[in-house]
């Protein structure tokens, strides 16, 4: 099983789809990138799941994230499944579904567990940066949908913080006070960040949303 890590690059892949063959890089460009995999078509949660992901579209657009969806299923059975996601979900699948087969694209992400399901992959999320690096992994079993708030959540911190020395305290939300990167020192952190630091411990500094 491939072993990706934050900061690596994320494999480059060419793989069937719900919309034809498509090349991983050439499909995000510049872009942000989501790649998430479910066990299967035809299934309760992941037809919840990719509905929700679909009417979350315009979000992720926002954000300059695009989306790509993977699992093990032909991409024939993508495009009937689809019909169905449209219709209980009243949305669009409105993004790619990779149709791994053979389990090449899975393989290479480490998106089989074999102590859960053998054949089946688990529900993965990577996150990518525009640099190609992997910034963020989740696994989820197969009995738990995923979050798609959390996923905005986590990108509204990965974009600030990539640009900003800040972090994202616990339960944090767009527009909510950020913590200042621990190496800055805290007379350093006052002239950076014009907004005003409130020092509660020597190790704990906190600051607005540079963005809000
Ligand atoms: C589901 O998406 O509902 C599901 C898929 C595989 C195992 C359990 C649930």
């Not at 579209?57 to 032909?74: C, G, P």
């Not at 074999?114 to 688990?122: F, G, I, Q, S």
């Not at 905005?152 to 913080?161: A, E, G, H, N, W």
Request: hydrophobic share 40%; proline share 6%; with cysteine.
């Amino acid at each position: 099983m491939a072993t990706i890590r934050l900061g690596d690059t994320a494999p480059n892949f060419t793989a069937e789809s719900s919309v034809g063959t498509i090349n991983f890089y050439d499909y995000l460009g510049d872009s942000w990138g989501i790649l998430f995999s479910h066990p299967a078509d035809f299934t309760p949660v992941c037809t919840t799941e990719l509905g929700t992901a679909a009417k979350f579209k315009d979000e992720f657009e926002q954000r300059n994230v695009k989306m790509i969806a993977l699992s093990v299923d032909s991409a024939a059975s993508h495009t009937e499944w689809i019909k169905d996601i449209n219709e209980v979900q009243q949305t669009v699948v409105n993004f790619p579904i990779i149709a791994d087969e053979d389990k090449s694209v899975s393989n290479l992400h480490g998106m089989i567990h074999p102590k859960a399901d053998n054949n089946l992959t688990v529900r993965s999320v990577f996150i990518i940066a525009p640099d190609k690096t992997v910034k963020l992994i989740l696994t989820y079993p197969a009995s738990t949908g995923r979050n798609f708030y959390e996923l905005l959540r986590v990108i509204d911190s990965l974009q600030l913080t990539a640009y900003h020395k800040v972090a994202t305290p616990a339960n944090w939300d767009k527009g909510q006070d950020v913590v200042v990167s621990p190496a800055i020192p805290t007379a350093e952190a006052k002239e950076l960040f014009e907004k005003g630091v409130e020092e509660i411990k020597p190790y704990l500094r906190m600051t607005p949303d540079p963005l809000a």
